[in-house]
C-alpha cells in the first residue's frame, strides 16, 4: 500500500524555524517527484514546492521563495521541508503529495497525506 | 502564473440531480487540469486527471471534459456521500496553482 505521512508540525513564533518531514513507503520513492501543498484554515489549496526524482530540480511559490528550502533523503525515502523566517501566514495545514506516476511532468496528485499543522504565532 | 477561476463558490442540490462545476485557466493548459475533492477535515482525493481521464476507484458519476482556458467537472447524479469542496488545478506549469474552490452541499 502506497503511504505517505506527514510530521513535523508544531507552535513557533514569528521568525521562527520548523522542518517538516514526509516518510514514504510502498512506492520506488527514488523515481517519484514530491510536492508540498499548503491549507490555511478555512480556506483553499496552495501549492508550495516540488523537488524532482533523484532531486533533479526544485521549484516553489513565490510566497515562500528564499524561506523554504525541499529536499529529500532517498535511503530514508523521507522528503523534508525547511521552513525559516516564519509568518502568521504560513499557519496552514502541510500536505505532502505524490504523483500518480512517476513519468516526468506528470503534477496531479494522489496519494495525499494526512497533513500537518504548523502554527505561526506569538 | 497562471490563475484559476472557479464557478460557482457554492451549490446546493437535490439527491439524483445533475451538479456541474466550472474552472477557467488565465491562459491556455491544453489539458493539463486535475478535480479533486476534499471532504471536511480530510486530505484532498484526485476525481480527474488530464481533463477527463477517471483516476482508479472513482464512481462513474464523476466525468470531466474541456480543454485549452475551459474544463467542467460534472456529477451526473449526486449522491450523499459527494458533499464536500472540489478544487481544480492547474499542471501545466511551475508555480502550479488550484482553483478556489467550489463547495457543494445536499439540500
Known amino acids: 500500500e502506497v503511504q505517505v505521512v506527514e510530521s513535523g508540525g508544531g507552535l513557533v513564533q514569528p521568525g521562527g524555524s520548523l522542518r517538516l518531514s514526509c516518510v514514504t513507503s510502498?512506492?520506488?520513492?527514488?523515481?517519484?517527484?514530491m510536492s508540498w501543498v499548503r491549507q490555511a484554515p478555512g480556506k483553499g489549496l496552495e501549492w508550495v514546492s516540488a523537488i524532482g526524482a533523484d532531486s533533479a530540480g526544485t521549484h516553489y511559490a513565490d510566497s515562500v521563495k528564499g524561506r523554504f528550502t525541499i529536499s529529500r533523503d532517498e535511503s530514508k525515502n523521507t522528503l523534508f521541508l525547511q521552513m525559516n523566517s516564519l509568518r502568521a501566514e504560513d499557519t496552514a495545514v502541510y500536505y505532502c503529495?505524490?504523483?500518480?506516476?512517476?513519468?516526468?511532468?506528470?503534477?496531479?496528485?494522489?496519494?495525499w497525506g494526512q497533513g500537518t499543522l504548523v502554527t505561526v504565532s506569538s | 502564473d497562471i490563475q484559476m477561476t472557479q464557478s460557482p463558490s457554492s451549490v446546493s442540490a437535490s439527491v439524483g440531480d445533475r451538479v456541474t462545476i466550472t474552472c477557467r485557466a488565465s491562459?491556455?493548459?491544453?489539458?493539463?487540469l486535475a478535480w479533486y475533492q476534499q471532504k471536511p477535515r480530510k486530505a484532498p482525493k484526485l476525481l480527474i486527471y488530464?481533463?477527463?481521464s477517471l483516476q482508479s476507484g472513482v464512481p462513474s458519476r464523476f466525468s470531466g471534459s474541456g480543454s485549452g482556458t475551459d474544463f467542467t467537472l460534472t456529477i451526473s447524479s449526486l449522491q450523499p456521500e459527494d458533499l464536500g469542496t472540489y478544487y481544480c488545478?492547474?499542471?501545466?506549469?511551475?508555480?502550479?496553482?488550484f482553483g478556489g474552490g467550489t463547495k457543494v452541499e445536499i439540500k
Open positions: 488530464a481533463a477527463s
Open positions: 510502498g512506492f520506488a520513492f527514488t523515481t517519484y517527484a
Open positions: 491562459q491556455g493548459i491544453s489539458s493539463s
Open positions: 488545478q492547474q499542471a501545466n506549469s511551475f508555480p502550479l496553482t
Open positions: 503529495a505524490r504523483p500518480i506516476s512517476g513519468r516526468a511532468g506528470t503534477r496531479w496528485f494522489d496519494p
